[in-house]
């Protein structure tokens, strides 16, 4: 069964410091994978894909298959990126979502 | 932009009760879905939901959970009797086709409350 890690439940850093939140997962085939960023009284809103390869809202993150993890980045934290985040997973074909337990990020002034 | 809808925000029911919990999903979406966390837990799956059918649904799923889409827009979670576990925030979720049928939107959540 499909499985995801992020290991860091909070994240503090400084304004304009690199943030980094860790994700790995297990699963056997090509999964898709995601992350999401719930702001404080908002919905899960659906931040990056790893197919589209898009930096969004300054975050990147890079698939590594040999690794099986896919780690969120930013390099110059601001204070409005204080949310939490989760990664997640969908198998090939399938559709369900399979989320990790979350990294709340603290951005401090 | 359009967004998926819940009611109520909140609902706080006694152990054994029925609850309706209801989404309207983004109107030219296909694939519909309801996931829960328990406070301090992990965001888990539910049920998926496509042309008036379970496509798939998680072991939590069990004989007291049901969902309908009674017209074309709302789409509805049922607990038939309530248990003090089941207490959660439910989200609601829907996606489209193609190269959208991954790209899941969710709605607000409804915090239930079982007494």
């Known amino acids: 069964a499909q499985r995801v890690t992020q290991p860091e439940k909070l994240l503090s850093v400084f304004k304009g410091a690199p943030v980094e939140l860790k994700c790995n997962y297990s699963?056997?085939?090509?999964?898709?994978l995601f992350w999401y960023v719930q702001y404080s009284r908002q919905r899960l809103q659906l931040l990056l894909r790893?197919?589209s390869r898009e930096s969004i809202k300054g975050f990147t993150a890079d698939l590594n298959k040999g690794e099986t993890s896919f780690h969120l980045k930013k390099p110059f934290a601001q204070e409005e990126d204080s949310a939490m985040y989760y990664c997640?997973?969908?198998?090939?074909?399938?559709?369900?979502?399979?989320f990790g337990g979350g990294t709340r990020v603290l951005v401090k002034p | 932009e359009p967004e998926v809808t819940q009611t109520p925000s909140h609902q706080v029911t006694q152990m054994g009760q029925e609850v309706i919990l209801r989404c309207v999903p983004i109107s030219n979406h296909l694939y519909f879905y309801w996931y829960r966390q328990i406070l301090g837990q992990k965001v888990e799956f539910l049920v998926s939901?496509?042309?008036?059918?379970?496509?798939?649904k998680s072991e939590i799923f069990d004989d007291q959970f049901s969902v309908e889409r009674p017209d074309g827009s709302n789409f509805t979670l049922k607990i038939r009797s309530t248990k003090l576990e089941d207490s959660a925030m439910y989200f609601c979720?829907?996606?489209?086709?193609?190269?959208?049928?991954?790209?899941?939107?969710f709605g607000p959540g409804t915090r239930l409350t079982v007494t």
């Open positions: 790893h197919i």
């Open positions: 699963y056997s085939g090509s999964p898709e």
């Open positions: 979720a829907s996606s489209g086709t193609g190269d959208g049928f991954y790209e899941q939107y």
């Open positions: 939901f496509y042309n008036n059918e379970i496509s798939e």
């Open positions: 997640a997973l969908i198998q090939a074909a399938g559709n369900k979502l399979t």
